[in-house]
């Protein structure tokens, strides 16, 4: 694959309990395509991955989020894990994170049960999205417009609803930055 992304940083926001796939493989995906990937999270060390309800993979830390700024990455991506999920979404360092990128209007990619923190955040409504299905209520009742497909693209927001989207999830993302161009480094 052709470095389209070279030069352009990516953060994927997670605690324990994420859905190894849902992080391991777009991280795989956009560093293939040339961007630098940090996951972030509340602490550092390592976070234990799940693959459903099994243990997964173990992923390092890159920073924590006291140590970084919004601005200084081109996109946010937000694996799910219900785990993971209902805990990022209480995080006020993460729900800031997610706004500003927003705000900035930078992709903010989300998948499965990630739509959580950008719900807590109150970045969704107006949206179009996708998730996984147990959601919708949670994402009409925030004021998006729920529907049940493969991936959304709805301005800066890229959402998927499971694993098995992750090829089409990870498409979108790297076509969504390879349009808008990284930042200069």
């Not at 924590?64 to 209902?86: C, H, K």
């Not at 996984?132 to 693209?153: F, I, K, M, Y």
Request: glycine letters at 8%; charged letters at 25%.
């Amino acid at each position: 694959m052709s470095k389209t992304l070279q030069g352009c940083k990516v953060a994927m926001l997670a605690m324990d309990g994420f859905e190894e796939a849902e992080l391991i493989e777009p991280k795989r995906a956009l560093s293939e395509a040339g961007a630098l990937v940090h996951v972030i999270s509340k602490k550092p060390g390592q976070l234990q991955g799940f693959q459903h309800v099994e243990r997964g993979a173990m992923v390092t830390v890159d920073a924590t989020f006291d140590q970084v700024r919004p601005e200084d990455y081109d996109a946010v991506i937000l694996p799910g894990g219900v785990v993971n999920s209902d805990a990022i979404r209480t995080v006020p360092e993460a729900q800031a994170f997610v706004r500003a990128l927003d705000e900035a209007h930078k992709p903010v990619a989300v998948i499965c049960h990630g739509a959580w923190l950008p719900i807590s955040a109150g970045i969704v409504k107006g949206h179009t999205m996708t998730s996984w299905p147990s959601l919708q209520d949670d994402l009409r009742n925030a004021g998006a417009t729920w529907v049940d497909e493969e991936v959304v693209e709805d301005d800066n927001f890229i959402t998927s609803r499971k694993p098995d989207d992750i090829p089409a999830f990870n498409r979108k993302i790297i076509e969504q930055l390879a349009r808008h161009g990284a930042r200069a480094s």
